[in-house]
């Protein structure tokens, strides 16, 4: 039996939807950049578990558990980021959605740098530093 994506999980990147592999584990703060980025544009939907391309990777086996991982986003950003997260199970692999709002104000890295989305000249969209490096992985 061939196994159909559903249809509430997107489809392709957008100013509002980010997708990163967790392949590699990808770290707290690589995590939090993602979304300070969104914060700091529209806000919106990070998806940890998919990649660039959208296909399904799942997470890594020693990814913890959500409510540890959310309490460590808090802690990677300033002001703390509200962030929700969900894990949602696609077959046999699980992925992490993230929701986070528009920022009031913005929302630094602990290490200063701050974030935000745009589009490229393409139409895809990037995450750039405003005070230093041009992009950010």
């Not at 559903?6 to 995590?31: C, H, N, T």
């Not at 993602?34 to 391309?53: I, Q, T, V, Y």
């Not at 086996?61 to 309490?71: I, K, Q």
Request: with cysteine; proline share 6%.
């Amino acid at each position: 039996m061939c196994s159909q994506r559903p249809q509430w999980l997107p489809e392709r990147e957008s100013m509002r939807v980010e997708f990163k592999s967790d392949r590699a584990l990808l770290s707290d703060r690589d995590i939090a950049a993602a979304l300070a980025c969104l914060a700091n544009a529209e806000g919106g939907e990070l998806w940890l578990g998919l990649e660039d391309d959208a296909r399904i990777g799942g997470l890594h086996p020693l990814r913890g558990p959500l409510a540890d991982l959310l309490e460590r986003l808090c802690g990677c950003t300033h002001p703390p980021l509200r962030v929700s997260g969900q894990l949602l199970r696609l077959g046999q692999q699980s992925v992490l959605k993230f929701r986070v709002d528009a920022a009031y104000r913005p929302v630094y890295l602990l290490n200063g740098q701050l974030l935000r989305r745009r589009l490229k000249h393409d139409g895809t969209p990037e995450c750039v530093s405003l005070n230093g490096n041009n992009h950010h992985r």
